[in-house]
């Protein structure tokens, strides 16, 4: 398949299919060197339907390979049976499922089995139309071919019988191993209820309900994708638990649609019980208004979680303006958990290719805008700034000669926010709420703001301060909207240093 990647708006530095429909992130898995990243596919058109779960692989989680459909869509094209749902996939190193073999450990994959008709399995269960369940696969060749385990299938059969209710909402499991009780945990949802179901298994194959989460912070939505994983605290010995939970709509505030909220606690192999102060506001993995369903990977060590999204919002995921693709992913995140004002808080990092930077420096600039003798539609952008006269500061990218197209990404001195500003940024007219601000609260750090812009060719990722607070926009801007320029407003600005580079193409063809 010869693709070179330069249609409109195709990203360059962001993960997107080939051609056809994506949504969330699935089975993200380190596992003999390589990043295995699945994700909810129609093979079949550029619509949500027949979900599958697509895949590619990579060395680096920078330059990505496609690879076959992991899990087809069964009965695809025209008598669809059973949707590969979302899931995660984990190493089953001890061979406790029994899938491996004497000199082959297995991966498994959890996933929501969709039963789009009623009918008798193979297994002997009988399913519901529309009913969602909870099944395994296994590869026994390091991810790139999957079994499922149709003798059994699905392993959770239903939610328990008090959400006998619930069978059509019941999905997208988040399975990893718990070393100190020696056990699988799986995390799904009951995605109206606003809950999370958690179960433990000693082999994958036989579950049993431990635990229920929820509804807390953000229910705005419904819930769904929810995940959870443990980081060290401010890099020490000490470890948190967070749970992160997509829903959709009621995400962050200027924001009409979906979005991903996490809380922080302790995790006993059976319960999750939140901190106190993660639960007396909702807190946003991320503030613009495009991230969706984000998952990390398993398979690396507990102190480098990464983390991706699924780069849209539900309000308009499916009608973006792309072709013969849909969607991107934001770029892979490490995360960190730091205490920033006395609260155990997510930071987040990218993880992308740069071309060297080149570094500029102002003592003061004036008020209003000033061109950059740089320009470009796929940078990484660092800016830094004393908190001085002006009200807000911040830079212009993607801007048409007349500046009639253009996104702007500042802080605002007063109010101690980063925003987004796309009303003018492109093509918006598919969704009425696209053209909008977006905001999220940081605080100067000794008087200093840094921001770091990612621009795509159709995306801004901004990370503020440490990373404590991120924003995904999409934007769709003309080709030639390339021009950078920083704006200051209501007075000069002081010491202002801009560090930009050219990012490279993740594109292995
Ligand atoms: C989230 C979601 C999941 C589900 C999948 C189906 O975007 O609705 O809850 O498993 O998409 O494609």
């Not at 539609?377 to 001085?388: G, V």
Request: proline residues 6%; glycine residues 8%; negative net charge.
């Amino acid at each position: 398949l010869a693709q070179n990647y330069t249609e409109r708006y195709r990203p360059q530095f962001h993960f997107t299919p080939a051609k056809n429909w994506m949504n969330d992130p699935n089975g993200l898995i380190y596992h003999e060197e390589t990043y295995h990243l699945f994700y909810q596919h129609n093979p079949g058109g550029i619509s949500w339907g027949a979900m599958s779960w697509g895949h590619a692989t990579s060395s680096d989680l920078v330059h990505w390979v496609h690879q076959p459909v992991a899990l087809l869509a069964r009965g695809f094209p025209d008598n669809i049976t059973e949707m590969f749902f979302s899931g995660t996939a984990v190493f089953d190193a001890q061979n406790t499922s029994g899938f491996g073999t004497n000199d082959k450990a297995p991966l498994v994959a959890m996933y929501t089995s969709h039963y789009p008709v009623g009918q008798t399995l193979p297994s002997g269960k009988t399913v519901d139309s529309n009913q969602q369940s909870q099944s395994i696969a296994y590869s026994l060749d390091d991810g790139m071919t999957w079994t499922t385990y149709d003798s059994v299938n699905p392993v959770i059969h239903n939610p328990p019988e008090e959400y006998a209710d619930q069978i059509h909402d019941f999905r997208d499991p988040a399975v990893f191993w718990h070393e100190e009780t020696q056990k699988w945990v799986s995390v799904m949802s009951l995605p109206g209820l606003r809950k999370l179901l958690i179960y433990t298994s000693p082999n994958l194959k036989d579950w049993e309900l431990a635990s229920e989460f929820g509804p807390v912070n953000a229910v705005g939505g419904v819930w769904e994708c929810p995940s959870m994983f443990p980081l060290p605290l401010d890099g020490g010995e000490g470890l948190k638990w967070v749970v992160q939970i997509s829903l959709n709509p009621g995400g962050p505030a200027g924001n009409t649609g979906s979005g991903t909220q996490y809380v922080v606690g302790q995790f006993d192999g059976t319960t999750f019980t939140p901190d106190a102060d993660s639960l007396t506001q909702s807190n946003w993995v991320d503030w613009g208004p495009d991230f969706y369903a984000a998952l990390t990977f398993s398979g690396l060590p507990v102190e480098d979680r990464v983390d991706i999204a699924w780069m849209t919002n539900l309000r308009y995921g499916g009608s973006t303006p792309t072709d013969p693709w849909r969607s991107a992913f934001t770029v892979p995140r490490r995360l960190s958990l730091k205490t920033i004002n006395g609260k155990a808080t997510l930071t987040q990092e990218p993880i992308l290719e740069n071309a060297e930077y080149s570094s500029t420096h102002w003592d003061t600039l004036p008020t209003g805008s000033t061109k950059l003798d740089f320009s470009g539609n796929a940078l990484d952008i660092s800016l830094t700034f004393s908190e001085s006269e002006s009200t807000q500061f911040g830079m212009i990218v993607r801007a048409s000669s007349d500046l009639s197209e253009q996104t702007q990404v500042g802080y605002d001195v007063e109010k101690k926010e980063v925003f987004v500003n796309r009303t003018i940024s492109g093509v918006s007219g598919f969704d009425d709420t696209f053209a909008a601000v977006s905001t999220a609260p940081l605080e100067s750090k000794e008087g200093k703001v840094t921001l770091r812009v990612l621009v795509d060719w159709s995306s801004v990722e901004v990370f503020g301060g440490a990373g404590e607070v991120t924003l995904a926009s999409l934007i769709f801007p003309s080709e030639e909207s390339s021009g950078i320029y920083l704006f200051s407003t209501g007075g000069s600005t002081d010491n202002v240093e801009v560090k930009a580079a050219n990012v490279k193409s993740v594109w292995i063809t």
